[in-house]
């Protein structure tokens, strides 16, 4: 006696309406992760620039000053640092490494924001419209966040 079986269950149409917004909840989610880790890189690479500007800078002051205080014949190399020096500080302050640096941890964390809320409405059973429209005002808010806006 053959039995025939059912087969494996039907996969709802991809082309419902809570299937399309769970899918844009996922691609939200995943350009959260994506923009965290680029803030996280950019925020890290300012620090960076901040230190190699300043730090030289603070320095060859310092040994610039005392160079041209110790005698007549080390004025020049101290000018020539003294010079150096106030390039480097005059590139840091051009460049605002500081301001860029906290943009970007602003930013890292509204992205963090993003993700999670895109996670809390992938955990529902059933997505309706309203949890996508809280999602992307997250979103705005974190693409904000560049500018320095407390939204």
């Keep these: 006696m053959a039995t ?9 149409s ?4 809570s299937d399309r917004l769970r899918a844009e909840l996922e691609r939200l989610c995943d350009e959260a992760i994506r923009q965290k880790g680029l803030a996280h890189r950019r925020a890290d690479f300012w620090v960076k620039v901040d ?10 002051a310092g040994v610039s000053g005392a160079a041209g205080l110790a005698s007549a014949d080390a004025r020049i190399p101290a000018a020539l640092m003294a010079l150096v020096a106030a390039g480097c500080a005059a590139g840091a302050g051009f460049l605002r490494g500081d301001s860029r640096r906290v943009a970007n941890k602003r930013a890292r964390q509204a ?3 993003v993700e999670a809320a895109a996670r ?6 059933r997505v309706v419209p ?3 429209g809280e999602v992307l005002e997250c979103r705005q808010v974190a693409l904000a966040a560049y500018e320095g806006d407390d939204s």
């Design 51 to 60: 230190i190699a500007l300043g730090f030289p800078a603070a320095l060859l």
């Design 111 to 113: 992205w963090a924001s």
């Design 130 to 132: 309203e949890d996508l």
């Design 14 to 17: 991809s082309n419902e309406p």
């Design 120 to 125: 809390m409405k992938l955990a529902k059973d």
């Design 4 to 12: 025939t079986s059912a087969g494996p269950p039907l996969s709802p």
